[in-house]
């Protein structure tokens, strides 16, 4: 390596990493070594996949090379780990340099974090934490190709408190939170990890339990009935909660997004007139 360049290196505040054509460390600066938490001697001679947290797909790492090897830069946010094994972000140039590549990155973990903050934001509800109605259509929607592609039954539900605007005027608006808060939970803890509750409404929820017919899905609502009908208790009070759901599957009762929603939410109206605590399939 050039005096030139190692100087230059040296006084950069950037991140610089420099291998040979097989990828091969060679040298890196002392900003590398504050960013990564190892000691230049116990990276020269390794590959940077030491720095690897798993975060990235292979295809990343295809591109990456694909464009090394034709001679053009490549650019990304890479999500490493440090030598103590805390996750990190590294906005990243790499280039070829004579017979191997140099690269320069910018440790931006607090920006990724803050936009990671903003795009939960952007699709959650902030009360309950449920994802919110923009993110459950957009789920309705992939689990529906999924279904098709997989022909696969699908059940949509739409979830209602009944009497809600009786607890807000008896107990309050806060044990109102209280109570959406308890629905929120009880009924993700009533699904499995690849169905969806959303707060699609002010107390209205929307599930989307994938691969499940009309047998599977009675089994599920039976629980998510049975969970909220247990008071919620606020400050020295019980609430008393109950639910109504109306729920319809795919392909027997529907076949496109729009249809699924109004045949659930018609029926969560007849579990309403019918008295309530109950879901009607």
């Given at each position: ?16 990493l420099?291998?040979d ?12 070594e ?7 001697d ?5 590959r ?13 790492y295809?591109?990456l ?7 053009q ?8 780990r440090?030598?103590?094994?805390e996750?990190?972000?590294?906005e ?8 191997g590549f ?29 994802p919110n109605?923009?993110?459950?259509l ?8 999924e ?16 009497r ?6 008896r ?18 803890g009533?699904?499995?990890e ?11 929820f929307g599930?989307?339990l ?32 109950s ?15 729009l ?10 109206y007849?579990?309403?007139r019918?008295?309530?605590n109950?879901?009607?399939?």
């Amino acid at each position: 390596m050039e005096s030139g360049f190692r100087a230059y290196a040296e006084s950069c505040p950037d991140a610089v990493l420099v291998t040979d054509r097989d990828g091969r460390i060679e040298y890196v600066n002392g900003a590398f070594e504050r960013m990564t938490g190892y000691r230049r001697d116990e990276l020269v001679g390794k590959r940077p996949a030491a720095l690897k947290s798993g975060t990235h797909e292979a295809d990343f790492y295809r591109a990456l090379w694909d464009a090394l090897l034709a001679g053009q830069e490549f650019r990304a946010v890479f999500a490493n780990r440090r030598k103590g094994g805390e996750l990190y972000y590294e906005e990243k140039i790499i280039r070829p340099l004579g017979s191997g590549f140099v690269s320069f990155g910018r440790d931006v973990t607090e920006r990724a974090r803050e936009l990671r903050r903003l795009a939960h934001a952007a699709t959650h509800d902030s009360l309950t934490g449920l994802p919110n109605r923009s993110l459950y259509l957009d789920r309705l929607g992939q689990a529906l190709r999924e279904a098709q592609r997989r022909r696969e039954p699908l059940t949509v539900a739409v979830l209602d408190l009944d009497r809600f605007r009786e607890i807000n005027n008896r107990f309050g608006h806060l044990a109102g939170d209280t109570t959406l808060q308890a629905v929120a939970a009880r009924t993700r803890g009533c699904v499995r990890e690849a169905d969806t509750v959303a707060r699609i409404g002010g107390d209205e929820f929307g599930l989307i339990l994938a691969g499940a017919g009309r047998d599977a899905a009675a089994k599920v609502l039976e629980k998510v009935v049975a969970a909220n009908a247990v008071p919620v208790p606020f400050k020295d009070e019980a609430v008393p909660v109950s639910v109504s759901v109306g729920a319809c599957t795919y392909p027997e009762e529907g076949h496109d997004e729009l249809e699924l929603r109004e045949r659930a939410d018609l029926r969560m109206y007849e579990a309403k007139r019918a008295g309530g605590n109950r879901y009607t399939l």
